[in-house]
């Protein structure tokens, strides 16, 4: 991965087709690799829009082991990442074409990989924009075993799509506009959450794949706005229409930053239909397949069932 960053490095300076750079962190948590169907989706819909060059930065073959294990070696490889990007943007690459997006410990990623870059160039770059796809709760919130969580500091615009606030992802803001598709929780199409056997659990990751499934639609050119969403102090007051006045953004690729401080916050969007975005039983059979073949992730499956159990029961 480091060789094909020093060889982009080397051409940058000759390169005069350089519209935008989208830069995706490309594991979920630690079950996929650049193989799997979220970066092939959002890879493909990257390519219908014909005005981006796509990196995709496989850690994949780091991402195996307990849940907390990964987090010391993706803090490790964000850390080299960022140094990357400072040679890039020495050599002539323009930061404000890059676009740095991640799912789950991919949005952890990025924004550590942010916060990094600052740090190392003495304040002289920092990212243009961060969007987070449902970013990791445990191991950052409510407290950081190792590293801090993605912030709205960590690029001049961090915006961030929570999926599923139930399992995988957080509640907690990560950036200056925060999405809440139908308040965080059950996605259109997905089956309640439910631990009590294998597949049970393989489908508890439906709404947290939703985080990604919303990102690649609005990639698909004129479909960025097809999420509107209006900013709102809960999504109580929401459904009430008690926010019908307030500022509205766009869940997405789309999302354009705070105008001022009382644009910045949560914005809801209720989602009924699941036309779109229905999990089919291929999905996954597909996932279960995948982790079947890797034992030692059979085994980190049944402890992470264990480990959720233990929550619900305190």
Not at 232 to 245: S, V
Request: proline share 4%.
């Amino acid at each position: 991965m480091i060789e094909k960053f020093k060889s982009l490095a080397e051409s940058v300076g000759n390169s005069s087709i350089l519209i935008n750079l989208a830069i995706e962190s490309d594991n979920e948590c630690w079950i996929e690799d650049f193989t799997s169907e979220s970066v092939q989706t959002i890879v493909s819909a990257y390519l219908q829009r014909d005005d981006h060059n796509i990196i995709v930065i496989d850690w994949g073959q780091y991402s195996f082991g307990f849940y907390y294990t990964v987090i010391p070696r993706f803090t490790a490889i964000a850390k080299i990442f960022a140094r990357i990007m400072l040679d890039l943007f020495e050599r002539g690459l323009d930061i404000n074409t890059v676009h740095l997006v991640g799912h789950s410990f991919g949005s952890q990623f990025m924004g550590i990989a942010g916060r990094e870059l600052q740090k190392v160039s003495m304040g002289k770059y920092k990212i243009k924009r961060i969007s987070g796809l449902d970013p990791a709760h445990y191991g950052f919130f409510p407290s950081p075993t190792l590293e801090n969580p993605l912030s709205s500091t960590d690029a001049e615009f961090v915006d961030s799509i929570h999926s599923d606030v139930t399992f995988i992802g957080t509640p907690y803001h990560t950036g200056q506009v925060n999405f809440y598709p139908n308040d965080g929780k059950l996605q259109p199409g997905c089956p309640s959450y439910s631990f009590r056997s294998y597949m049970q659990l393989v489908n508890s990751f439906c709404s947290h794949n939703h985080g990604w499934r919303y990102w690649a639609e609005t990639l698909k050119p004129g479909k960025e706005q097809i999420f509107p969403a209006v900013l709102c102090k809960d999504y109580k007051d929401f459904i009430e229409d008690k926010c019908n006045e307030n500022p509205i953004n766009f869940m997405g690729y789309g999302a354009t930053p705070s105008i001022n401080d009382n644009s910045t916050g949560s914005y809801y969007i209720r989602l009924r239909s699941n036309v779109n975005f229905t999990v089919d039983d291929s999905y996954y059979l597909f996932l279960s397949t995948s982790l079947n073949y890797r034992s030692d992730l059979v085994r980190i499956v049944a402890r992470l069932r264990q480990f959720f159990n233990q929550l619900s029961r305190n």
